[in-house]
């Protein structure tokens, strides 16, 4: 199986993380989350927190590590909606890690994301700052996703289990498993028991599986999306910067706007540990039309009159329609003017393998994969 490779337009000089970096990095994490992975806003926090204690972090090429290196993912798990009311502590990622370096009698080399999006995207930092290690510049999705097997590690055979979860009160375990299924089945259980969310510590590799198993670049890839955003609105067209930065790279560049309009119906609530509902957006430009995004964390399917335009595993992201901030499933509220965008995924996750473990019919859909660019072409 081939590796992932990097998008082109995130090749540029590795370096490190400052506090400076984090506001254009979290907004980037949070459009490629499509909805999920998160609030943002509280991760950033945390990183700045960390940074300023620690120093800055060290962003690492996979290529650079060494075989024998150690890597451990680490991420959040639960319900997005719960985090906004259950702050995260800020120690509980830390004690995950340490429980999983416990079990398996190896201290960390380096720390990688498990995916890209919002608050996951920023908990490596913090703990890459507080550690002293550098992280990788990538993550295990290339987007983010609500379920353990969900991944590119998975993809490529590192095992899920042992898996070490922690919460806020100080309380961790640690998760044997078969597979990721079972250690999905597992941990949420896990996290409804401990009060919506965690911290957890999985999939540990070698650098030589972090060499095939990561999606690359999509730190730096991140870190451009915001700031082209962020550059857009100072020239007053932050959705031109934006797809101008997404037809620039190698595999995020099927880029599309979907719809424009207003949210006016909502349905939203917290099942099993998940996010899940769907939100139905109507024209603003005076046409008759209608858009309908279905999520389960992440937003998954999205439909205009009907007819499918956007499924998982490409990227669909709903953002303010003004600023082009994008807006997490937990922050969409009946009333908010937004765009919807949607971008083609990263070839491997569009494998016949790939599509098994996060395709439409992982979620229940009753349809095929089709790409972003065709579905509107």
Known sequence: MSRPSPPAAARSRLGEIRVDDLEDLARGAAFLGTGGGGDPYLGRLVAEQMIEAHGPVELLDVDRLPDHAQVYPVAMMGAPTVMLEKLI???????????????????????????IGGLNSLIPIQLAAERGLPLLDGDGMGRAFPELPMTTFNLHGVACAPMAVANERGEAEIIEAADAAAAETVARGVVMRMGGQLSMACYAMSGAQAKHAVVRGTISLALAIGRAIAQGRHCGDPFAALLKCLRATQYYSQAYVLFDGMIVDLIRETRRGFAIGRAVIESSAGAAGRLEVEFQ?????????????????DLISVLDRDSAEPITTERLRYGQRVKVLAVSAAP?????????????????YALDFRPVEELNA
């Open 89 to 115: 502590a800020g120690t509980e990622i830390g004690r995950a890690l340490e429980a999983l370096e416990r079990r398996l009698g190896r201290k960390a080399d380096a720390i990688v994301s498990g995916e």
């Open 297 to 313: 964390n992440e937003n998954l399917l999205a439909s205009v009159n009907g007819e499918v335009r956007a499924t998982v595993p």
């Open 348 to 364: 491997i996750m569009r494998s016949a393998a790939a599509l098994r473990l996060f395709g439409p019919a992982a979620f229940g």
